[in-house]
């Protein structure tokens, strides 16, 4: 079975967010051609905005949009 995509789910600090960027690679070479997503905090999602080795940055926004039972 050949993995197509991958989906980080990060964190929603900064810090946290710059150190899981070190999975990206290893990730890369060992499922050659898959996608990868990340799902972040609105402000985490700058930090891997415009990285060529990630798909797409999906936002979950605790506090805002996603907040409460209709957001979730």
Request: proline share 6%; with cysteine.
């Amino acid at each position: 079975m050949r993995v197509r995509s991958i989906l980080v789910i990060g964190f929603s600090r900064i810090g946290d967010t710059v150190l899981s960027t070190c999975v990206i690679d290893p990730l890369l070479r060992a499922f050659p051609g898959c996608s990868i997503r990340f799902l972040l905090s609105p402000l985490s999602a700058e930090v891997l905005r415009g990285d060529p080795r990630v798909e797409e940055v999906l936002i979950y926004d605790r506090s805002g949009r996603h907040s409460g039972l209709r957001g979730r």
